[in-house]
């Protein structure tokens, strides 16, 4: 089969497909990019980039590189925008992220952290996706959307399905995928549909209430603008966060040193999330599009080309990090790309690290023992998502 360009998204490499390697693909992202910078994946359609430095460069010229591409969201949302349009509707969506904005969430997360562990206080096994990392960052931006907290479940379920990828490059395997997310989709913008037009009749102190009232260039958001900064907000405030806090708490049963450390040293849980960030990234990977002719360490990229940024790989660059297959918190310097880089830099990596930050303060200080109960962890079936369906652990409260 031909794959057209706008699938990348759902097509995973042909290197990291296994069970295994989905759950740790870290070693195959060395080995790729020891052999080249840079490659053409003739069935994907596409260059995957591997090099920090190359990296860093594609994503910090957005003239070059363009964030426009075919198949995202049928929306038009602030991530598949270029400047001058994304540079007005960034400063305007800042606003409800600043950090007074995003201080004012930090008693509504603890709450909530405390609230949700409180509910299973009496069990000495419990699901940290189900029963924390899931539903905090879907609460905290129900809230800050103005949607309904009970609407929790709806919200993750299509979340999940508009990330996720294809088993493999079959017809069959891609076309499930697409439906999938179409249908995704199409139930969420109905459901935003009804919010934004409640928000029109009444406005109230949210920020889809901020956006309807917003002018740029004299002129208010289009429906369409309305319902990708919606959906986009959901995605990836919601995905990024569950999948961070979920694999930092692997990452402490793996190396249960780390946990003691941190109980010890409670000013350490901000290097825990930052390390974590770098060693296993939510996202590991962004796409762009070739604006025009350029070279790229030595290839040459038509006008049109779909390129793939590993920011797994590039976090992991020997060139760039001491020792980066080590998990280090006294890394001095971590300039991990976790959150992108440049203009399309994660609007919510503050309130990400803030939530991540708070729960696992929380659930290091509420037990003193942490261990992982699942015999075979199940990897998100994703081509940029890093994470685990399910992480189930044992536990034992102070």
Request: aromatic share 8%; net charge negative; charged share 25%.
């Amino acid at each position: 089969m031909k794959v057209k360009e706008n699938y990348v998204n759902v097509i995973p490499m042909k290197e990291i497909r296994s069970t295994d390697d989905l759950l740790f693909p870290f070693p195959i992202y060395n080995e790729l990019r020891a052999q080249s910078d840079i490659r053409y994946d003739e069935t994907r359609k596409c260059w995957d980039l591997f090099r920090y430095a190359d990296i860093q460069s594609v994503l910090k010229q957005p003239k070059v590189f363009s964030s426009q591409r075919g198949r995202s969201t049928s929306k038009t949302s602030i991530l598949t925008m270029d400047p001058p349009k994304h540079t007005k509707m960034r400063a305007l969506v800042n606003k409800a992220f600043t950090p007074k904005a995003i201080k004012q969430l930090e008693d509504k997360i603890k709450d909530l952290t405390h609230h949700l562990l409180n509910q299973v206080k009496d069990q000495r096994t419990f699901d940290i996706v189900q029963d924390l990392a899931a539903p905090l960052p879907v609460m905290i931006i129900a809230e800050l959307l103005g949607a309904e907290v009970q609407d929790r479940e709806l919200i993750k379920k299509h979340s999940d399905s508009l990330v996720a990828g294809a088993k493999d490059e079959s017809k069959e395997a891609i076309q499930a995928v697409v439906d999938m997310q179409k249908r995704a989709e199409e139930e969420l913008s109905i459901y935003f549909a009804h919010l934004i037009q409640k928000r029109k009749e009444a406005p109230a102190d949210d920020l889809i209430s901020l956006l309807i009232q917003a002018e740029i260039d004299g002129e208010r958001l289009t429906e369409n603008e309305l319902l990708g900064f919606c959906i986009l907000l959901l995605v990836a405030g919601n995905e990024t966060t569950t999948n961070l806090i979920t694999n930092a708490v692997r990452l402490l049963t793996e190396q249960p040193q780390i946990a003691e450390a941190v109980r010890q040293d409670p000013s350490l849980v901000p290097q825990l999330t930052e390390e974590t960030l770098r060693y296993y990234p939510p996202v590991q990977a962004i796409g762009r599009i070739a604006a025009e002719d350029v070279e790229i360490a030595g290839s040459r990229i038509e006008k049109g080309d779909y390129l793939i940024s590993w920011v797994a790989s590039a976090n992991r660059d020997e060139q760039k990090f001491e020792d980066p297959d080590t998990f280090r918190l006294d890394r001095k310097s971590n300039p991990h790309m976790s959150f992108g880089f440049g203009i399309h830099f994660c609007l919510g990596a503050p309130l990400a690290r803030l939530e991540s930050n708070i729960a696992l303060d929380v659930l290091l200080h509420t037990f003193q023992d942490i261990t992982c109960a699942a015999d075979q962890l199940k990897p998100i079936q994703s081509t940029f998502v890093f994470g685990v369906k399910e992480f189930p652990v044992q536990v034992t409260r102070f």
